[in-house]
């Protein structure tokens, strides 16, 4: 265990509740329970007891929790006071810690002295802020699904497979003249293609989940009147943009947060792009372009009577050529004869009304489809994970795709070894686990070279 000292925070929200609770943790905390609480309250034990101030007067009287080491959440002695829940008691009975010998915790603290005993590895360390911060109840489900160890352990069989074929392979390094039996080196390439597949089969899951705990940006743009603002009201199902007949009156972007399947899906209506000399509507489009720039899919909205114009044209110049465009052509409601002017090259098109509500169910499907997102039955299998999850395993990819292509050759042997080596360090700073190279070990406990 690490040597630590002794941190307090008031663990629940501020403002008044039923309950709120004050957490202790560190190396040894029998002094502080014993100034708090006037005695060693039983491990493990839900207790009723007072709690002190530094004088000993009686602050508030509720529930102690003792957890000794190790058996703790942070591996530490940790001591749980369930007081009132009013912010004044809290903060002195947070003082009367303090004053007992312990100090206010940093951000995240308890969760990191969690993984410095080794209760969490980093992937699960992360998940537990990713479960506090879940926008929707799909992702508090993937996070708590990493929480419990899916994602590490899915990592942890890939560096697994990866630690057998080096061992393979460094072992033909250092002993070519031996025969090394049960290496199997001829499905070496096999195995390899194994190895990457089912890196690419953990990023796609791992990708899902980027995206409950991300959300999808997607931006609103189109000429002022086609639509926009009552797209965005149909989309959240609730009166949030102005809507009104003269043109340009949405100069500021609105934003909104939906729930798409159980996808965070940030929306943005902007002022439009045009030309103007309005100083506010100026003001508009730089926020515009703004969003534009931070977006991951854009909406462009048409009045499906006029198809597409030359100002349609003149947007869709202005957008990044990278960015998915799906063309939405709006007010069927109005013209139900089939649309004449689709441009298939800018991207796919949908038809809707906003104003009834036609066509808004497959416009929510293919904003979901385009934005990567693959449905799923309850979300099974989706790794709840982060950018450096996704970097970390992509980077993993690509070392192993560079060890594939000199697999055939003998005497790239070496470099081969190091892509893998390489591949293995990234998968394993998923986890945190990356320490000293251990494979010699590794060899020996497995071959039999004394011979
Ligand atoms: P924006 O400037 O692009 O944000 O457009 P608005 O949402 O303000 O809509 C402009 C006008 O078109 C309003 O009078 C809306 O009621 C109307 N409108 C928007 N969508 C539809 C639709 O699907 N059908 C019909 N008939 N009218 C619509």
Redesign the pocket.
Known sequence: MVNSDIIAAIATPPGRGGIGVVRVSGGSLGSLALKITGSLPPPRQATLSKFLDEAGLVIDQGIVLYFPAPYSYTGEDVLELQGHGGPAVMNLLLSSCLSAGARLAQPGEFTLRAFLNNKLDLAQAESVADIIDASTSEAARCAMRSLQGDFSNAVRNLVEALTTLRMLVEASLDFPEEEIESAGQGDLQGRLEEIRAQVEHVLTSAMQGSLLREGVRVVLV??????????LNRLTREET?I???I?G??RDAIRETIEIEGVPVHVV?TA?LRDTQDAVEKIGMARTREAISKANLILL?MDSRRGITAEDRGILGELPSNLPIICVY?????EPAPPHTEVPEVGSAVY?????GLGVEELRKKLLGTAGWQPHASGEGIFMARQRHLYALTDAGAYLKNAASLAGQEVQLDLLAEELRLAQKSLSSITGEFSADDLLGEIFSRFCIGK
């Open positions: 189109g000429q002022p009147n086609v639509g926009k603002s009552s797209l943009a809507v009104t007949e043109p009156t949405t209506d439009g909205i709006n007010k069927i409601d109005l809707v009304s906003a104003k009834t």
